[in-house]
């Protein structure tokens, strides 16, 4: 798989699109006297998810390594997989979503779309298209039946 830009980095480009967006347009800004508890439960939710994941993939004794997915021995479709076929992915995502309650600026909450189709053209289908062939049937009902964000 051509691997365009990690996961991990595509969320700090997107912190970094959020910080210059607020920094340069300040007209958006917004008072949350709750954003730090929001931040820190979206956080301790984001961390929690990924933990489920990575030991859902160590459980089943495959690779959870984002970089070779041609190296997955089978496919994990049960807990948090039978709910979300990127539970890590979500995970980024909800931390995204977090950081952004912090920054109390509207044009902060921008990049996450930008992030979701980023992540989903240049990670997640090239992923899907490698376990597709690699085990296709038990895959396609997999893609049929388990939504691929939530």
């Not at 595509?10 to 931040?39: C, G, H, T, W």
């Amino acid at each position: 798989m051509e691997q365009k830009i990690l996961p991990v980095f595509q969320i700090f480009i997107a912190i970094i699109l959020m910080e210059l967006m607020v920094k340069f347009i300040p007209y958006f800004r917004f008072d949350f006297s709750f954003k730090f508890i929001v931040f820190g439960l979206l956080t301790i939710i984001s961390i929690l998810l990924a933990f489920i994941s990575i030991y859902s993939f160590r459980k089943h004794k495959t690779t959870f390594n984002p970089i070779k997915p041609e190296t997955t021995s089978v496919i994990v479709n049960s807990g948090i997989y039978a709910y979300s076929r990127n539970p890590m992915y979500l995970a980024m995502l909800i931390f995204l979503i977090a950081v952004s309650v912090l920054y109390e600026n509207v044009l902060a909450f921008l990049p996450i779309p930008l992030f979701i189709w980023f992540i989903t053209q240049y990670q997640i289908k090239p992923e899907e298209k490698i376990l597709l062939e690699k085990f296709k049937g038990d895959y396609q009902h997999y893609l049929l039946t388990v939504r691929r964000w939530v």
